[in-house]
């Protein structure tokens, strides 16, 4: 397959982390990959995801916006369509969508509960859904989704947010079986703390305390992520599958 004809959907990529996977998927040119057009999907911010469309879109790029709660397996196939037939296929899904809603477990609300694992899990099963078919009948497919460190060793005070993130990695080892012969590999990205909207409302002496914890002594920034999530979708990535790279300046090791 003609790399630069390689079509992607990016979940949450109007800010932060999927923003940025945007733009590498966009502009990845090593290795011999030219990923050339891209479907994101945002919830709520109109102006952002214009600004993208404007700021990354090129003569040689299609980069789309398309609305819609990642929530809801209609939307996600509704989406999921429209996308293919703009782009003329599907060779990349990104799941990257994700909220937060803290609390320690004795006042976490009903609500709480249900609206992290519906965004960060369920959307995962939504999008995942939709594009499969067409990554199996093609023989060919690359699926990457954002899990979280917290997903791996826990989280005071987030036991909804790790519950789904421990449950993406779950989810993608067990498709990563289903899916393997066909040549479709699904895999994770787990980010230590991000520099992000998502991590924006910590005060000064909270990074301080996590910086202390990070043998590498400094939060990520969001092209940490995005660039690994582009080498997995690389030709240099064809025989890794199922496997969770943790890209966190250490704190897992
Ligand atoms: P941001 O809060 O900066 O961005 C979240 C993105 O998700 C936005 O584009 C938002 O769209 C989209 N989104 C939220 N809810 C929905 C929904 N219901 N349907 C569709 N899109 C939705 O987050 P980050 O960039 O920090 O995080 C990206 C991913 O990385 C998440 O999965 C997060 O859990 C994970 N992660 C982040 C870490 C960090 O430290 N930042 C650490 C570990 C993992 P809109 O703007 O339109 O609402």
């Not at 992607?8 to 109007?14: D, E, P, Q, S």
């Not at 050339?36 to 995801?49: G, K, L, M, R, T």
């Not at 879109?57 to 369509?81: C, N, P, W, Y």
């Not at 012969?181 to 699904?186: A, D, F, G, I, P």
Request: glycine share 8%.
């Amino acid at each position: 397959m003609q790399s630069k004809n390689k079509r992607a959907i990016v979940t949450g990529g109007t800010r932060g982390i999927g923003k940025a996977i945007v733009k590498e998927l966009a502009s990845k040119s090593c290795c011999g990959v030219l990923f050339s057009d891209v479907a994101f999907i945002y919830n709520s911010c109109d102006e952002c995801a214009a600004e993208i469309e404007r700021e990354v879109g090129s003569l040689d790029t299609k980069i789309i916006g398309f609305k819609a709660d990642a929530t809801s397996l209609e939307e996600a196939q509704r989406t999921v369509d429209a996308a293919i037939e703009k782009l003329g296929g599907v060779d990349i899904l990104v799941n990257n969508a994700g909220i937060t809603r803290d609390n320690l477990l004795l006042r976490m609300s009903e609500k709480e509960w249900d609206d992290v694992i519906n965004v960060n899990l369920k959307s995962v099963f939504n999008y995942t859904k939709a594009v499969l078919k067409h990554m199996v009948n093609q023989r060919y497919g690359r699926i990457v989704n954002i899990a979280s460190v917290v997903g791996l060793i826990g989280n005071a005070g987030q036991a909804n947010y790790a519950a789904s993130k421990s449950g993406i990695i779950g989810f993608s080892k067990s498709i990563a079986r289903e899916v393997a012969s066909r040549n479709v590999t699904v895999n994770c990205v787990a980010p230590g703390f991000i520099e992000t909207d998502m991590t924006k409302s910590l005060n000064e002496k909270q990074r301080e305390l996590l910086s202390q914890n990070i043998p590498m002594k400094r939060m990520g920034k969001p092209e940490d992520i995005a660039r690994v999530v582009g080498f997995l979708c690389s030709p240099d990535a064809d025989y890794i599958t199922g496997q969770v790279i943790a890209v966190d300046g250490g704190m897992t090791m």
